[in-house]
């Protein structure tokens, strides 16, 4: 899918929990997610840090959406 | 450390009034049986069925397959940190019921359990069609949560064996095999000309009932360890698996590891088997992370000329199989790795979810997509209620007449990647 979208010649960003798969597959933004079985979130978290984390993921990916970059990047600072 | 397996060989299994073993037949006092089983509050009600090479029987939704075994001599007790103490197992003598199994059955998770054919097509993607099974059916107390029902199915099984292998304490083992792995410099020392080989075994723990228990510990906790080869064979790592029945390895698996057995087979004349590095298969990066790193400096501590990486399950396993290859490979040492395939059902599709470079060796337990039509039994052991969803079926997977078509998938030990099983392909 994301190949497929960027061919299209739209950027992508891949959240993805497993960094290595998203390298293999040829994502060329990538954010790593939180775990595999949930991904955007935490359940150990309260509710009100679950949302800041989640808001920081979506902050981080649309970053990485806006900048430019030069082959594969992730984006784990 | 050295283990004499007794192997007493039983061709049959009967109900009697007594448990006890004759001229290989394991009789089974039923009610004895049951009754112990039902000390546990969770379970409503428990039957014991048996099922025996050759017989029109399916047995279905399957949870675990564990061979009874007894320690007659040595330190500790048959699953150690969960039915006995918490020794160091692996040394003096167990006696091991040869040719019977006790099988688990419950719909936990419903689609994440197995199916074994005794007879017919389905019977020889199975090593279990082979075995006289004791098989435990256990309904739980109304409401009771699914990690709760998977312990208490778990716990069953074990103490069943633990029964069952009681009757082989005073039984003469009608062959014996001993194994013994020397501590590392030792054990270098002894073949200094042979290539120094060790098992690297990935146990499945990524959570949600996709658990297996080393010493008692989830070995989502652990960091990668060293066992001696034989502690194995003793029970030191159970499965809680409730993921797809093809390629999870059972207690019964683990017991009688044959990647292990393989390399006893090799040790002292192609190579230098030197022990087995224990890692786990986790759902955060960093864990995958610091698992493969660790496996690989194990590696290279323990001076390896070359290692067999096994895999459990599928998807993202991948990727810590993958880690683990190109790791211990950076090292300098050789790799080999066993894995199964989800390439589809004409096969064509990419067969890990990961790849490298590095993984120039590999060993295939087979593609768990291929089909296959599983004619109706006499007799079912356990439900069919949950053939349209178990992980391979699909809507419609089952007929009115009892006719399932699914994937090999939902047989349990298809495609073990530990090759356990018959299938394997050649390529070059």
């Given at each position: 899918?994301?190949?497929?979208?960027?061919?299209?010649?739209?950027?992508?960003?891949?959240?993805?929990?497993?960094?290595?798969?998203?390298?293999?597959?040829?994502?060329?933004?990538?954010?790593?997610?939180?775990?595999?079985?949930?991904?955007l979130?935490?359940?150990?978290?309260?509710?009100?840090?679950?949302?800041?984390?989640?808001?920081?993921?979506?902050?981080?990916?649309?970053?990485?959406l806006?900048?430019?970059?030069?082959?594969?990047?992730?984006?784990d600072? | 450390?050295?283990?004499?397996?007794?192997?007493?060989?039983?061709?049959?299994?009967?109900?009697?009034e007594?448990?006890?073993i004759?001229?290989?037949?394991?009789?089974?006092?039923?009610?004895?049986?049951?009754?112990?089983i039902?000390?546990?509050e969770?379970?409503?009600?428990?039957?014991?069925?048996?099922?025996?090479?050759?017989?029109?029987?399916?047995?279905?939704?399957?949870?675990d397959?564990?061979?009874?075994?007894?320690?007659?001599?040595?330190?500790?007790?048959?699953?150690?940190?969960?039915?006995?103490?918490?020794?160091?197992?692996g040394?003096?003598?167990?006696n091991?019921?040869?040719?019977?199994?006790?099988?688990?059955?419950?719909?936990?998770?419903?689609?994440?359990?197995?199916?074994?054919?005794?007879?017919?097509?389905?019977?020889?993607?199975?090593?279990?069609?082979?075995?006289?099974?004791?098989v435990?059916v256990?309904?739980?107390i109304?409401?009771?949560?699914?990690?709760?029902?998977?312990?208490?199915?778990?716990?069953?099984?074990?103490?069943?064996?633990?029964?069952?292998?009681?009757?082989?304490?005073?039984?003469?083992?009608?062959?014996?095999?001993?194994?013994?792995?020397?501590?590392?410099?030792?054990?270098?020392?002894?073949?200094?000309?042979?290539?120094?080989?060790?098992?690297?075994?990935?146990?499945?723990?990524?959570?949600?009932?996709?658990d297996?228990?080393?010493?008692?510990?989830?070995?989502?906790?652990?960091?990668?360890?060293?066992l001696?080869?034989?502690?194995?064979?003793?029970?030191?790592?159970?499965?809680?698996?409730?993921?797809?029945?093809?390629?999870?390895?059972?207690?019964?698996?683990?017991?009688n590891?044959?990647?292990?057995?393989?390399?006893?087979?090799?040790?002292?004349?192609?190579?230098?088997?030197?022990g087995?590095?224990?890692?786990?298969?986790?759902?955060?990066?960093?864990?995958?992370?610091?698992?493969?790193?660790?496996?690989a400096?194990?590696?290279?501590?323990?001076?390896?000329?070359?290692?067999?990486?096994?895999?459990?399950?599928?998807?993202?396993?991948?990727?810590?199989?993958?880690?683990?290859?190109?790791?211990?490979?950076?090292?300098?040492?050789?790799t080999?790795?066993?894995?199964?395939?989800?390439?589809?059902?004409?096969?064509?599709?990419?067969?890990?979810?990961?790849?490298?470079?590095?993984?120039?060796?590999?060993?295939?337990?087979?593609n768990?997509?291929?089909v296959?039509?599983?004619?109706?039994?006499?007799?079912?052991?356990?439900?069919?209620?949950?053939?349209?969803?178990?992980?391979?079926?699909?809507?419609?997977?089952?007929?009115?007449?009892?006719?399932?078509?699914?994937?090999?998938?939902?047989?349990?030990?298809?495609?073990?990647?530990?090759?356990?099983?018959?299938?394997?392909v050649t390529?070059?």
């Amino acid at each position: 899918m994301v190949k497929e979208v960027e061919r299209a010649g739209i950027p992508v960003v891949h959240i993805c929990t497993v960094v290595p798969i998203s390298l293999t597959v040829g994502a060329n933004r990538i954010v790593p997610a939180i775990a595999i079985p949930h991904p955007l979130g935490d359940p150990k978290l309260d509710p009100k840090d679950e949302k800041a984390l989640r808001r920081k993921l979506v902050e981080k990916a649309l970053e990485a959406l806006c900048t430019e970059v030069d082959g594969q990047t992730v984006f784990d600072k | 450390m050295r283990l004499e397996l007794g192997y007493v060989l039983i061709n049959d299994v009967q109900f009697g009034e007594v448990t006890k073993i004759e001229k290989g037949v394991l009789f089974v006092n039923k009610s004895e049986l049951i009754n112990l089983i039902k000390e546990d509050e969770h379970l409503k009600s428990v039957d014991v069925e048996i099922a025996r090479p050759g017989e029109s029987v399916r047995i279905t939704p399957v949870k675990d397959v564990i061979e009874p075994r007894v320690k007659l001599e040595g330190e500790g007790g048959i699953f150690p940190g969960v039915l006995s103490k918490v020794q160091t197992v692996g040394s003096g003598k167990t006696n091991v019921l040869k040719g019977c199994a006790v099988v688990t059955t419950g719909k936990i998770v419903g689609f994440q359990e197995g199916i074994i054919d005794m007879t017919g097509p389905g019977a020889d993607y199975t090593p279990f069609s082979k075995l006289n099974n004791v098989v435990l059916v256990c309904e739980p107390i109304d409401g009771l949560k699914q990690h709760d029902h998977e312990r208490a199915i778990r716990f069953a099984g074990l103490k069943a064996t633990q029964y069952l292998a009681e009757a082989a304490i005073d039984i003469e083992a009608d062959t014996v095999e001993v194994y013994e792995t020397l501590p590392l410099l030792q054990g270098i020392n002894a073949y200094p000309d042979l290539p120094k080989v060790a098992y690297v075994l990935m146990l499945q723990s990524q959570g949600l009932m996709h658990d297996t228990y080393v010493y008692g510990v989830d070995a989502k906790q652990i960091v990668p360890t060293v066992l001696y080869p034989t502690e194995l064979m003793d029970g030191a790592i159970i499965s809680g698996n409730c993921v797809s029945a093809c390629d999870k390895n059972t207690t019964y698996h683990h017991l009688n590891n044959p990647v292990i057995h393989d390399l006893f087979k090799q040790h002292g004349k192609e190579i230098n088997f030197v022990g087995v590095i224990i890692t786990n298969e986790n759902v955060y990066l960093a864990d995958k992370e610091r698992s493969s790193d660790w496996a690989a400096k194990i590696a290279e501590f323990m001076g390896l000329d070359g290692v067999i990486v096994s895999q459990e399950g599928f998807g993202n396993p991948d990727t810590d199989l993958i880690m683990n290859c190109k790791k211990i490979e950076a090292k300098g040492i050789k790799t080999v790795i066993i894995t199964d395939e989800y390439a589809g059902r004409d096969g064509a599709s990419q067969s890990l979810a990961d790849a490298d470079k590095a993984a120039d060796a590999v060993v295939t337990g087979g593609n768990a997509n291929e089909v296959i039509v599983l004619p109706p039994m006499d007799k079912v052991i356990g439900t069919l209620d949950y053939s349209d969803i178990i992980a391979g079926g699909f809507d419609g997977s089952l007929s009115k007449d009892g006719t399932i078509t699914v994937e090999i998938q939902a047989i349990t030990g298809a495609t073990n990647e530990m090759g356990f099983n018959k299938m394997s392909v050649t390529g070059f």
